[in-house]
């Protein structure tokens, strides 16, 4: 089961300790205690892999190493080694402890979350000329600690939406090497796909059946990842009986979780069309023609249906494209 949603503590390293300590050397003398090395702080960093929270389900204390305590002959203590915790990109951090939230959004984007303690004075820097031999000394300050909640929405471009068992994974699957199990039972996918067709990211989001967003069934566990999501493929199985309820149920529960989500691009799709004759299909693309909403009709067994979705997919790549290619103008004017 996919980890979206998870608290952890996290804690930097203390500072060590400074040293109080005199010349060794014959004939030298003064003070050579040296100071304590620095925390270790703890940083998260973002990676594509959609699974990392689940790093997390048996730790959930992470901890940075303390510096060393400083030395003789000033001989400053190692600064603690920091912690980089890989987390997905579409993660939002909510540091329950300030009330504050951060956000990865690109792969490779690391973020501090605690800061580690400076290293304590050693007896060295209290020196001055009234007092030559000071044993005086700081102790290392202490790392920063808080407790996090991490919580997942994916950043995808196209997500896939419908009831159970309506043929998502199996497109996910045609179009890219997402490699989804797929079987002719309900609730097959318990966990959202990812795959990539050229520039786009494909979610396939699964577990939305009536009442989801009333917590029923995998609930609203997953609706969160749609958020994110540009536009949607909203999938209605050829097999249903009433294909016009089977959108509502879906449309309903979208707009109950969030009412933005109904104002996304969407494109409906009347799947395993291959299961239909002609006749029995123009049938229920009527019923939609009657509530004003364009079907197109699609199969994984139907190359030219496949050809039309792509044909889709090209079209969002293009106006990505020019999106990026105006971001760009604006930035550099």
Same mark, same amino acid.
């Given at each position: 089961?996919?980890?979206?949603?998870?608290?952890?503590?996290?804690?930097?390293?203390?500072?060590?300790?400074?040293?109080?300590?005199?010349?060794?050397?014959?004939?030298?003398?003064?003070?050579?205690?040296?100071?304590?090395?620095?925390?270790?702080?703890?940083?998260?960093?973002?990676?594509?892999?959609?699974?990392?929270?689940?790093?997390?389900?048996?730790?959930?204390?992470?901890?940075?190493?303390?510096?060393?305590?400083?030395?003789?002959?000033?001989?400053?203590?190692?600064?603690?080694?920091?912690?980089?915790?890989?987390?997905?990109?579409?993660?939002?951090?909510?540091?329950?402890?300030?009330?504050?939230?951060?956000?990865?959004?690109?792969?490779?984007?690391?973020?501090?979350?605690?800061?580690?303690?400076?290293?304590?004075?050693?007896?060295?820097?209290?020196?001055?000329?009234?007092?030559?031999?000071?044993?005086?000394?700081?102790?290392?300050?202490?790392?920063?600690?808080?407790?996090?909640?991490?919580?997942?929405?994916?950043?995808?471009?196209?997500?896939?939406?419908?009831?159970?068992?309506?043929?998502?994974?199996?497109?996910?699957?045609?179009?890219?090497?997402?490699?989804?199990?797929?079987?002719?039972?309900?609730?097959?996918?318990?966990?959202?796909?990812?795959?990539?067709?050229?520039?786009?990211?494909?979610?396939?989001?699964?577990? +939305?059946?009536?009442?989801?967003? #009333?917590?029923?069934?995998?609930?609203? %566990?997953? /609706? @969160?990842? $749609?958020?994110?999501? &540009?536009?949607?493929?909203?999938?209605?199985?050829?097999?249903?009986?009433?294909?016009?309820?089977?959108?509502?149920?879906?449309?309903?529960?979208?707009?109950?979780?969030?009412?933005?989500?109904?104002?996304?691009?969407?494109?409906?799709?009347?799947?395993?069309?291959?299961?239909?004759?002609?006749?029995?299909?123009?049938?229920?693309?009527?019923?939609?023609?009657?509530?004003?909403?364009?079907?197109?009709? +699609?199969?994984?067994?139907?190359? #030219?249906?496949?050809?039309?979705?792509? %044909?889709? /997919? @090209?079209? $969002?790549?293009?106006? &990505?494209?020019?999106?990026?290619?105006?971001?760009?103008?604006?930035?550099?004017?």
């Amino acid at each position: 089961m996919l980890i979206d949603d998870i608290k952890i503590k996290v804690k930097a390293g203390h500072g060590g300790r400074g040293a109080v300590a005199f010349n060794k050397v014959m004939m030298s003398l003064g003070p050579t205690g040296a100071n304590g090395g620095k925390g270790g702080s703890v940083y998260l960093e973002g990676v594509s892999d959609i699974g990392a929270l689940s790093q997390f389900r048996g730790k959930k204390e992470l901890k940075a190493e303390d510096g060393e305590n400083g030395k003789s002959q000033f001989h400053d203590g190692e600064d603690g080694k920091d912690i980089n915790l890989k987390v997905p990109i579409g993660t939002l951090v909510h540091n329950l402890s300030t009330g504050e939230d951060l956000e990865i959004i690109s792969i490779g984007q690391r973020l501090l979350i605690a800061k580690g303690g400076k290293g304590g004075k050693g007896n060295f820097k209290f020196r001055s000329s009234v007092n030559t031999s000071p044993t005086e000394f700081q102790e290392g300050l202490p790392g920063e600690e808080y407790e996090l909640r991490l919580e997942l929405k994916l950043i995808a471009d196209v997500g896939f939406v419908g009831l159970p068992n309506v043929g998502k994974s199996s497109l996910l699957n045609e179009l890219t090497n997402a490699q989804s199990k797929v079987a002719n039972y309900p609730f097959t996918t318990l966990d959202p796909n990812l795959g990539v067709y050229y520039e786009l990211i494909l979610a396939d989001i699964p577990g +939305i059946i009536e009442g989801a967003s #009333e917590n029923k069934g995998l609930g609203i %566990k997953f /609706l @969160r990842h $749609i958020d994110r999501t &540009k536009t949607l493929f909203h999938f209605i199985s050829a097999e249903s009986l009433n294909p016009i309820k089977d959108y509502k149920i879906i449309r309903n529960e979208l707009g109950a979780y969030n009412k933005k989500l109904l104002d996304k691009t969407e494109y409906i799709f009347l799947s395993k069309s291959d299961l239909l004759n002609n006749d029995e299909t123009k049938k229920k693309l009527n019923q939609f023609k009657k509530v004003n909403k364009k079907v197109i009709p +699609i199969s994984i067994l139907d190359d #030219e249906s496949i050809k039309k979705v792509e %044909k889709i /997919l @090209r079209k $969002i790549i293009e106006k &990505k494209y020019k999106k990026n290619f105006k971001n760009l103008d604006e930035n550099n004017n």
